[in-house]
């Protein structure tokens, strides 16, 4: 096992930082709330969502030090750690170099500041401690405060993507508001100093800046839409590409459909659909190539090697919560075999008789919620009916295009329960969003005239 250079990361002094810094955060957001939510069906959330991912950072962050006792948060922090340490004993020239440069571009003295290589050789894993390390400078190093930090990125893309929803159907703010902001898994794995928070955030900030830049660009600031876009995009493709990989072609579907539902003609909406859809997926596929064109195989081969030693470390670290999928032989038919286990492990696994450690079973009730609310979606609207409202619904198409995409995906390559319950967090809001707008049988008109009479929409869009 590799030596760790922080064998902690939680210190006295950081529970007196956490007080400290949370209350500022609160009354910070609270404000930002009274000058943009006031009075709007949004303002109920915005809190409550907040407070519940700083407490899920919070409760991480003990469950690592006094459960686990190690992990890859540890190897963040020691990244963290450096970059504090630079800015206090060398200088915050050196510390701005070690945040802003790639290793290969370091001074000598900032590359000899670094504790553990690995941790910035990968440029996706050196993410962490840079952004994480903002607020831990300040705050003398305090892991609590890297920790917040990132989990307000992940609040934020939430919120954004929370935002995208209610803007398209109001009336389902508090629906929507539990299928994206209140997941329990959401709220604990979607936050501390780790790479899903950033991912999450990542994938929320895209999709935001996709449908206020190119969809609905009138109801927002255009210039701002871009930067959050450019932001999106930065995080989805550097922190974990196959996140990009999976929303870049149910993005451009998406696109597609709604711009299609557009058009007032029904004969030239029914004829523009075949050509929408190849510019869709032309679109993707071209987006596809701009994404992967700067990943050589040797980062793959990296990205490969480091989940197969986590699947292997978590599974004999969480007691043997392993699962195991039908074999291949490498040849398409056994892939398509495998993907319904591959989409029903990642949906709806473990089940609760598989829950065989005590931190697996928050997951084992959550997988069993899914799978119920999946079989009502289908009592309720049968069969036939369900696949109907999918099909006249281009909302719902490009949820559960990026949620079954991405949990074939992660459900294929996890492998354990453990790390499953991490790595299938991008996918969760999009596929209760689905479910929400399932059963609340909406159609594909959405209502994006900023002269319509909607009074709760017109609260809603508020700059």
């Known amino acids: 096992m590799i030596l760790l250079y922080v064998s902690r990361i939680l210190e006295p002094t950081d529970f007196i930082i956490a007080l400290l810094l949370g209350i500022l955060i609160y009354y910070t957001f609270n404000y930002i709330k009274q000058q943009r939510y006031k009075g709007t069906n949004l303002e109920a959330y915005f809190m409550p969502a907040l407070v519940a991912k700083l407490i899920g950072a919070f409760l991480t962050a003990l469950m690592y030090q006094y459960y ?31 945040i802003l440069k790639s290793k290969n571009n370091l001074s000598e003295e900032a590359y000899y500041a670094i504790s553990l290589d690995f941790v910035f050789n990968n440029y996706s894993m050196s993410l962490v401690p840079k952004i994480g390390s903002i607020l831990s400078i300040p705050t003398f190093g305090s892991f609590l405060a890297a920790s917040f930090g990132i989990t307000l990125i992940s609040f934020g893309g939430s919120w954004m993507l929370y935002r995208v929803f209610v803007d398209m159907y109001p009336h389902l703010h508090r ?65 974990k590409f196959y996140v990009a990989l999976a929303a870049v072609p149910a993005v451009a579907l998406w696109l597609s459909l709604m711009y299609k539902n557009k058009i007032q003609n029904k004969f030239l909406r029914q004829l523009s659909l075949p050509f929408l859809l190849i510019g869709g997926v032309l679109f993707g596929f071209f987006a596809l190539i701009q994404i992967s064109k700067n990943i050589s195989i040797e980062d793959l081969a990296l990205e490969a090697a480091k989940t197969q030693w986590w699947i292997a470390y978590s599974t004999q670290r969480d007691g043997g919560t392993g699962y195991t999928l039908s ?76 949620a079954i995409v991405f949990a074939f995906a992660v459900g294929f390559t996890s492998m354990n329960f453990g790390a499953l319950a991490r790595y299938k967090i991008p996918l969760l809001p999009f596929y209760f969003t689905a479910m929400v707008l399932l059963l609340d049988n909406v159609n594909a008109q959405m209502k994006l005239d900023p002269k319509d009479t909607n009074k709760e929409l017109q609260r809603n869009i508020r700059q």
């Open 68 to 98: 686990y006792g190690y992990g890859d948060t540890f190897w963040y922090y020691s990244g963290v750690r450096d970059i504090v340490d630079a800015f206090y004993n060398k200088g915050p020239d050196i510390a701005l170099e070690m």
């Open 327 to 402: 074999s291949m032989d490498g040849s398409l038919g056994s892939l398509i075999r495998v993907m319904p286990e591959a989409i029903n492990v990642s949906l709806f696994r473990p089940y609760l008789w598989e829950a065989r450690k005590i931190v697996v079973i928050p997951s084992a009730i959550e997988s069993f919620f899914t799978l119920i609310l999946t079989f009502f979606v289908f009592y309720k609207k049968g069969i036939w009916g369900t696949f109907k409202a999918i099909a006249n619904n281009p909302t719902v198409i490009f949820c559960l295009t990026f």
């Open 175 to 239: 629906n929507l508001a539990i299928a994206i902001l209140f997941v329990p898994s959401l709220c604990f794995w979607g936050t501390g100093l780790m790479k899903d928070p950033l991912s999450l955030g990542g994938v929320g900030m895209l999709i935001y800046g996709v449908y206020f830049t190119l969809y609905a660009p009138k109801k927002r600031n255009l210039f701002r839409s871009i930067l959050i876009l450019i932001t999106g995009i930065f995080l989805s493709i550097n922190v």
